[in-house]
Every structure is written in C-alpha cells, then in structure tokens.
C-alpha cells in the first residue's frame, strides 16, 4: 500500500531514527518558545479588544527575525542535522506532532471557563478562548503557533528539495526547487507584514482548540508540502523547450498573480480598519455601509468580491499543482483541494459570522452590493 502511494522513502528510518524523528516536534515547539521569548521584538497593538481593559490588545513581534535565524541555522547545519532530515522523518514527525499538539490543546482548552452547551469533544476541537497570553504579554499563543509552523513550512519544504537534488543531481526536477522557493516566499512575505496577521480572520474569530493548535503547528508546518510526498522522487518531466518555457514561466506568474490578490486585498482591509478614510494606496477611495459602530468595507477589491484574498490563495495552490511538472499525479492535487475546500467552507461561516455581527439587514444589504462569494462573475 505504501509503495503504492509513492512514499515508501519516508519510511526508510531506522527505528532509533523514527524515535527522533516522532519527539522532533516536540524539541522545535521547544526551542522555538525559548527564542521567539528571548529575543527582542516590537510592541504593537491589533484588532481585538482585551475584555479586561477595554483596549486592543497588545502583541509583541519578531517572527522575521526568529525565522531568519532558523533558516541560517538549518542551512549551515549547526546543529549537525543533515539539512534533507525535516523531509525524510515527516512522516514520523506528524505522528509526533499530533500527539503533543493534542496534548497541548488539552491544556489549552480545559483550562479554561467551561462554555455552557458545549461538548468537551466540540470544546477540544473549537476552543475555549480567544487569546492565551503569558509573560505580562511577551508570548501571544496564536502568533507562536503562526512562527512555528510558517518557519516549519518553509524549512520541511527546502529540506523536501534538499533531498530531491541528493537523489537526482543534474537531473532535478526545476519544479521541486520552484515550490520551495513559493512557500519559502510565501513565509517570508508573512513575516513582513506579520502585523497584517494581527487583522485577519484567524487572529480575530478563531478560538484555540484543537483545530487552531494542531493547524498552526502541523498543518501549516509539516502537511502544507504533502504535494512533496509523493513528487520528491520523481526527476525532471522533460518536456520539449518550448513548453518547458511555459510551464517554468507560467507557474511563478500564476503564483505571483496569485500573492498579489491575497496581498493586496488584505493589506486593503488592514489599511482600512486602522485608518478608515485613508485611500487605499493612494488611489482606491474607500467605500462602505455603516453597521451601527461597524464599517463594511465594500470598495477596492473588497467590491469585487466578498472574500476575494481567497481567489489569491486559489491560484496559488494551483500554481502549486502545476509547479512540478507531473500534472496527472495526484500528489500534485492534494494541497489545492485542500485549499479550496477550506476556503469554502470559511467563506460560508464567515458569511453567518457577519450576519450576527453586523446584523442580517446591513450584511442583506452588502450582499446585494457585492453578490460574488470569492469568484466574480462564477461563484
């Protein structure tokens, strides 16, 4: 079943490995809390209110530079690990990850005050509370689990390309190196804006249960390359030149057309909840229904669709479907149909969110202002 799959070589560790490989989580969640606590960061506040002040709540960043030090250590492979072992221990890393993301979401959630008519099994998937702060607010939880698994993101993808070249050389599929560049990017593009993040539906809405705890650090770290999975060990596709010239060209402008939508359309709504008359870039008056004290933003790219970063974050992962060459292998599918499927579904709580939130009426009228979910003109 296995070989069947394509991903017998993630099942090559020797035993004494695969215990490494199991507890690797666990020493990152580890070592990553110790230096994103130590190291210096800049004071900001967000969006989000703090119930016991009355104030936004305050957060201290510095993802990037955290990120950037990963990133040298792994490559100078200071700490003696081979830079392909992140890709070759996933498997057994997941499973590892797994267990501690459970059992830290245990302690996240039943910690907290008990929320009548809910399950503890829907309380452990949804969460409790909406912010979990410690050290007189020098360790944020969610933007923790944000660090981790970005940075995770981007070393499990280059270590995934580490191995593909160990195994083919001169022969290497350009596509594996392409995706690891594009989640490397996307990572880093991140980072830059990280305050950004503080403005965005997870920071805002979510709660940290199971579903934010174990999507945070293994989703986003370690499954967001399954497509590498099972495309690690395939070379080049070899097509002739001038297709060869599409497809290497093709997909990083689809890619890019792609960040720029989920780019722009957030940094639109950032500018927009921090400085509501301002024109976006200079150029895009802003636009909007007023909710009571609410503003609904409905100008820009926020006109042109209800959620359109999300039509951003579908090209990318078809960009990512497309980036290895191999287009009828199904691994190449996995991280788009998980994309788009996710999104969806947002979308559609997003929209009943909205509807308490700024009342069906207003969010009646928005809709008929703005009539396309994520796609204009299809859906």
């Keep these: 079943m296995i070989e069947w799959l394509g991903i017998g070589h993630l099942f090559e560790l020797s035993r004494a490995e695969a215990i490494v490989g199991f507890f690797t989580p666990l020493a990152i969640f580890a070592v990553f809390f110790v230096v994103q606590l130590l190291l210096p960061g800049r004071r900001v506040t967000g969006y989000v209110i703090d119930p016991e002040t009355g104030s936004p709540r305050s957060y201290r960043l510095n993802g990037i530079l955290v990120f950037a030090i990963a990133v040298a250590v792994w490559a100078l492979e200071l700490t003696g690990m081979p830079r392909d072992w992140f890709y070759r221990s ?6 590892g990850g797994t267990v501690f993301a459970t059992i830290f979401s245990i302690l996240a959630v039943f910690t907290r005050p008990e ?10 998937w949804d969460g409790r509370a909406l912010e979990l702060q410690f050290f007189n607010h020098r360790f944020d939880t969610k933007m923790y689990l944000y660090v981790v698994g970005g940075t995770m993101l981007s070393l499990n993808a280059m270590s995934g390309a580490a191995y593909h070249y160990g195994l083919f050389g001169e022969a290497s599929n350009p596509g594996v190196f392409l995706f690891a560049a594009f989640l490397t990017f996307y990572v880093l593009d991140y980072f830059v804006f990280e305050r950004v993040q503080l403005y965005t539906y997870d920071v805002i809405h979510e709660h940290l249960g199971f579903k934010l705890i174990w999507g945070g ?12 999975w099972g495309l690690a060990v395939h070379p080049d596709p070899g097509f002739a030149a001038p297709w060869n010239h599409v497809w290497l060209i093709g997909t990083p402008a689809l890619f890019l057309v792609g960040w720029g939508i989920t780019r722009g359309a957030n940094m639109q709504k950032y500018t927009f909840k921090r400085w509501p ?69 947002r979308q559609r709580f997003d929209d009943r969110l909205c509807a308490e939130k700024y009342g069906a009426e207003k969010w009646a009228e928005y809709r008929a202002r703005v009539k396309w979910r994520i796609i204009p003109g299809v859906y």
Aim: aromatic content about 20%; glycine content about 10%.
């Design 277 to 345: 008359d301002r024109k976006f870039l200079g150029l895009i008056e802003p636009e909007y229904i007023e909710a009571g004290d609410r503003r609904i933003l409905c100008s820009g790219l926020w006109g042109v669709a209800r959620h359109f970063n999300y039509l951003g974050e579908g090209f990318f992962a078809l960009s990512i479907a497309l980036v290895f060459g191999h287009f009828s292998n199904p691994w190449a599918w996995t991280y788009f149909v998980f994309i788009v499927g996710l999104f969806i579904s």
């Design 90 to 95: 996933s498997i057994y890393a997941v499973a």
């Design 115 to 124: 929320h009548k008519g809910k399950s503890p099994l829907r309380a452990l």
């Design 217 to 228: 650090l293994i989703v986003y770290g370690w499954l967001y390359i399954l497509p590498l």
